[in-house]
């Protein structure tokens, strides 16, 4: 009987995870839609909240975090930095997370000035004026290496 009832709370417990794992992801449906920041930084920023964006623009001051281990499972992580993104309508700060591959992650970077277009999850962190979002890169492209700042 003591079984049954760990099976229930194990059940339970696992359901409740795939709901809220499911209810926090980003919405996605289909191709992201191509939005210029200004767009991002209107009164319409919420609509936004969670969802999967493509933008485009020059990438600025490009800070990369040195690789470091993961406490958890002791994997290097490599990668991991933060950019300000603009394009003619204005400018975005802009994560990217990182990966356990290697460092062949921090060669994907873009320099100062590159051309990038990113898909990333937006995060409205306020909606009243100033607005502040940032966006959660899942895919960068540089388009144009060879552009000078």
């Not at 996605?28 to 920041?37: D, L, M, R």
């Not at 001051?61 to 499972?73: A, V």
């Amino acid at each position: 009987m003591a079984l049954n009832r760990w099976k229930r709370r194990v059940s339970g417990f696992c359901l409740l995870t795939v709901c809220l794992t499911v209810s926090m992801s980003p919405v996605y449906a289909g191709t992201p839609e191509h939005v210029s920041i200004q767009t991002l930084l209107s009164p319409q920023a919420a609509s936004y909240q969670r969802h999967l964006v493509t933008l485009q623009g020059v990438a600025r001051e490009i800070e990369i975090t040195p690789p470091y281990r993961l406490p958890k499972c002791g994997r290097l992580l490599y990668g991991q930095a933060t950019f300000m993104l603009d394009d003619a309508t204005g400018s975005l700060p802009v994560d990217v997370f990182g990966s356990c591959l290697g460092p062949q992650a921090i060669d994907a970077f873009p320099q100062n000035g590159n051309l990038v277009r990113v898909t990333a999850v937006i995060q409205v962190l306020t909606t009243d004026p100033p607005r502040r979002v940032r966006a959660r890169v899942t895919e960068m492209q540089i388009l144009d290496p060879k552009r000078s700042p």
